[in-house]
């Protein structure tokens, strides 16, 4: 008798599945949570109060229009996972209002006239979008089958926006929708107002595309006979392959630096988690490694010289960001606790501008590190229950995405590489301050947060998931 074959250490898919039917609607569903943020990121981001505030309404319908319409929703939404992330939100909420109160404004300097409430019910209400948009991820993937399904609309959808980004890129690459930009002009933005964020959201497009071909390959290269790996392939990976060349070209023609070294970054982290010590293990070392060099190649055809060349002025540009960063850095350090309240950071550069820095603050709208701005604008008191309030399904996340033999674990590699990417992104850039890619931010950890805790349990020898339990 034949020793029975082991199953390799990067994904569990080629385990023979029944591929189960999905309920009636749930397509559409799952295309209108895919796709709502990449409605924002067409419309220069939602980057505007009555934007962001639109995008926070229609996301709080979608997840009403679910829970509605969707009988498996409602049993995802009151099931024990959500209880946390529900716990987390509202302490979150409180904090973020406690440092708008009287008694926050009493124990802060006078460096600005006081908060701005009009500004800080707009960042709540914004967090509130932002936890619909979790909610909804998480609702519409309450199984293999749906997140998997979800998984393939994001590939075709990404592909779709580097497409368009690129043809607009051609067309005009000094503006978009027929105006001229002021900054940047020349580089790549899509809609945004900025390259940096329009490489933040390809980035996480060059993951989800390589995460995509490497579950096709892995399929491919365990059924019987070449003919019939190499058709699983083709068929499977197409849309994955589009996904990962498109937004690669695209990624490049951003030349935001950060972007492309965190996409980098992320992806030899993604191809390289599941490789051990194992023959699996080794081949799937020379794959990434090849897969990585035809990305590069790939990125060096399609506007390689400008992202060169920023890239020789990186010293230059570093000097400014430190400029920025001591200023608010010591903005933080005048009132640690509180902050100056949700919204002010315009208010806070304003009245940290001097003589000496003034021609490098007086035109930017952000910070350039989303953790300094988030730090002084809403103080230690804020930060730490939001940073918990993301890490917590992260870490969930994370420890599943460990088990080499669920099903679907690629896409949860996936999802905390993407978390990889902008948070080192928000180091030196402000891609989470635009209100489409914080949606897109939060779907995609619904959805893989979903996947994270779905039960386990042992049948016919691996791994096999049932839904969370109401």
Known sequence: ???????????????????????????????????????????????????????????????????????????????????????????????????????????????????????????????????????????????????????????????????????????????????????????????????????????????????GLLRAADQSAHLGGRGRGLEKLLLEGWPSALCLALSGAALMLTASRGAITSTLVAALALGLWGAGRSREGRIWIRRVGLGLLVLLALLALNGGELAVQRFGVALEDAEVRRAIFEAHWRAFQASPLVGYGPGSFEAINDAVMTPANYQVLWQIRAAHNAYLEQLETVGLLGFLPLLALVAWPLARITLAARDPRRRGVVWLRAGACAALLIGLHALSDYALQEPSIVLAFATLLGVAYASATRETKERGGRNEKISPRA
């Not at 020793?3 to 080629?14: E, F, G, I, L, V």
């Not at 929703?73 to 959500?82: I, T, V």
């Open 1 to 211: 008798m034949s020793a029975q074959t082991q199953p390799a250490r990067w994904a569990p898919s080629r385990a023979p599945s029944t591929a189960p039917v999905l309920p009636r609607g749930a397509t559409a569903a799952l295309a209108a949570v895919a796709l709502l943020p990449f409605a924002g990121h067409l419309l220069f981001g939602a980057n505007s109060s009555a934007l962001a505030l639109l995008f926070t309404a229609l996301s709080a319908a979608l997840l009403v229009a679910l829970t509605v319409l969707q009988p498996g929703a409602r049993a995802a939404l009151a099931s024990r996972p959500l209880a946390v992330p529900a716990v987390l939100f509202v302490t979150t909420a409180a904090a973020l209002a406690l440092t708008l109160t009287p008694w926050a404004q009493s124990i802060r300097p006078a460096l600005v006239a006081g908060p701005d409430l009009s500004s800080g019910l707009i960042e709540l209400l914004k967090l509130s979008g932002a936890a619909t948009a979790f909610a909804a991820g998480f609702a519409v993937a309450r199984s293999d089958a749906a997140a998997r399904r979800w998984f393939q609309i994001l590939n075709l959808a990404f592909a779709a926006f580097a497409a368009w980004a690129l043809m607009a890129f051609m067309a005009d690459p000094q503006g978009i929708y027929g105006f001229k930009r002021v900054i940047g002009a020349g580089r790549l933005a899509g809609a945004f107002g900025s390259a940096n964020s329009a490489g933040t959201i390809l980035g996480i497009g060059v993951l989800v595309g390589l995460a």
